[in-house]
């Protein structure tokens, strides 16, 4: 089966640095993507990762380590709108995204 | 930017009845998605649809569900019969490129919240 750990929830202030972390274990990996959900509204796209490292674009940074079925998701210079769930989805196959159960993350002012 | 568009964006059913959820995908997307989410809940994954076929579909994806693509733009979702349990929201997705192309990220439809009473 699939196993894919995130927190819950997450608060910071505005202009702050958060780090969601996210942890998996599961039948396959071809990847791990990052999305930001507003509530009721879509998952959009934030970030991908294949290979170990780190990818930045822009005030959002994701990690990957394989060989510890680990990734974060760093956000920088956090502001008001960045307040939303934020999905860590592993493609354990040709076609489809595993997803967890998501990050909840409130900036305060 | 282009978009997948899905209709009706709320359906309210009985339950036993049939409902279609209806979604057009990005025009030159070629992989096809129908995912769902009841509330409070993480994304779950039904199936996946490429080259008139499905490619691979999950437990929760029963006899009671079928998919279609009975034209160039359209990718529906049947439920036969509905139950109180298909009470969520149904995300329509698709995504560009052909072959193992791994970084190419599925673009969601704003979703279809389906209410069974």
Redesign the interface.
């Known amino acids: 089966g699939q196993n894919i750990d995130q927190p819950t929830e997450m608060t910071a202030t505005e202009g702050a640095i958060v780090q969601i972390n996210c942890t998996y274990q599961t039948s396959g990996f ?2 791990l ?1 990052w999305y930001q ?1 507003h509530a009721g ?5 934030l970030s ?1 990762n ?1 290979l170990d490292g780190l990818e930045e674009k822009g005030r959002f940074s994701s990690f990957l380590s394989r060989s510890k079925g680990y990734s974060y998701l760093l956000l920088k210079e956090l502001q008001m709108k960045d307040s939303a769930s934020y ?1 860590c ?1 592993v ?1 354990d ?10 990050t909840t993350v409130t900036v305060r002012a | 930017e282009p978009e997948v568009t899905q209709t009706p964006s709320h359906q309210v059913t009985q339950m036993g009845q049939e409902v279609i959820l209806r979604c057009v995908p990005i025009s030159n997307h070629l ?1 096809f ?1 129908w995912y769902r989410q009841i509330l409070g ?5 039904l199936v ?1 649809f ?1 080259n008139n076929e499905i ?2 579909k ?1 437990e929760i994806f029963d006899d009671q569900f079928s998919v279609e693509r009975p034209d160039g733009s359209n990718f529906t979702l049947k439920i036969r019969s509905t139950k109180l349990e298909d009470s969520a929201m149904y ?1 329509c997705a698709s995504r560009r490129t052909a072959g ?1 192309s ?2 190419s ?7 279809t919240r389906l209410t069974v009473t």
């Open positions: 071809n990847g993507f959900q509204e879509a998952p959009t796209f991908y294949v999905l989805a493609r196959g040709d076609y489809k995204l595993s997803f967890g159960a998501g | 992989y998605y809940q993480k994304v779950e994954f996946s490429y490619s691979e999950s995300f193992h791994y970084n990220p599925l673009h969601f439809g704003n979703g």
